[in-house]
Nanobody, 123 residues
Framework: VQLQASGGGLVQAGGSLRLSCAAS????????MGWFRQAPGKEREFVAV????????SYVDSVKGRFTIARDNAKNTVYLQMNTLKPEDTAVYYC?????????????????WGQGTQVTVSS
């Protein structure tokens, strides 16, 4: 299974970015998908998760109302739309392929990881 994340970059505070993660090697439409991030000097944390049918989504409190996770099963791709970015959103963002949907996904529940994409938000 391969997860290829892209879309990171440098943006000013208040700006937007959209991350993409293309999946291959397993039946994408049968699994939940998620995003984690790791800021410098901090542990990797859960950001968002989406269920198979997109009916259920969940976010860490710090991004609620600013980030939106979505998926396109026809393209085997999951997205993370990030709006109103803040300097504290600066981190490496990882696409995650979990075992199942969980509203507060833990690292131990993730089977597959993408390579990470850097997001830097300047003040």
């Amino acid at each position: 299974v391969q997860l290829q994340a892209s879309g990171g970059g440098l943006v000013q505070a208040g700006g937007s970015l959209r991350l993409s993660c293309a999946a291959s090697g397993r039946t994408f439409s049968k699994y939940a998908m998620g995003w984690f991030r790791q800021a410098p000097g901090k542990e990797r944390e859960f950001v968002a998760v989406i269920s198979v049918s997109s009916r259920f989504t969940s976010y860490v409190d710090s991004v609620k109302g600013r980030f939106t996770i979505a998926r396109d099963n026809a393209k085997n791709t999951v997205y993370l739309q990030m709006n109103t970015l803040k300097p504290e959103d600066t981190a490496v963002y990882y696409c995650a392929g979990p075992k199942y949907y969980s509203s507060s996904l833990r690292e131990t529940e993730v089977d597959y990881w993408g390579q990470g994409t850097q997001v830097t938000v300047s003040s």
